[in-house]
């Protein structure tokens, strides 16, 4: 639910450590309340759990962010 949007602007607040490559961070809402996602990440690691958050090492080009699809990421350019 942190990364749900209806506008691009409502997107922008970085999950940081969500993944290996800068701009391949997960993004959720600037007024989402992150507190209880990273509990939980702390909490995988703790557990040495795979949660599946780690992505390709590279750091594509962006232009700001996007609600895609209901969900905020990277406007990624070509």
Not at 21 to 30: D, E, F, I, P, S
Not at 73 to 78: A, F, I, L, Q, S
């Amino acid at each position: 639910s942190i990364q749900s949007c209806t506008t691009d602007a409502e997107c922008g607040q970085v999950l940081t450590g969500t993944s290996c490559g800068c701009t391949r961070n997960l993004v959720a809402r600037n007024n989402a309340d992150t507190t209880q996602f990273y509990l939980l990440i702390d909490r995988a690691q703790e557990l040495m759990c795979e949660i599946g958050t780690i992505s390709t090492c590279d750091c594509p080009n962006t232009d700001g962010f996007i609600c895609k699809q209901g969900r905020c990421g990277w406007n990624y350019v070509p």
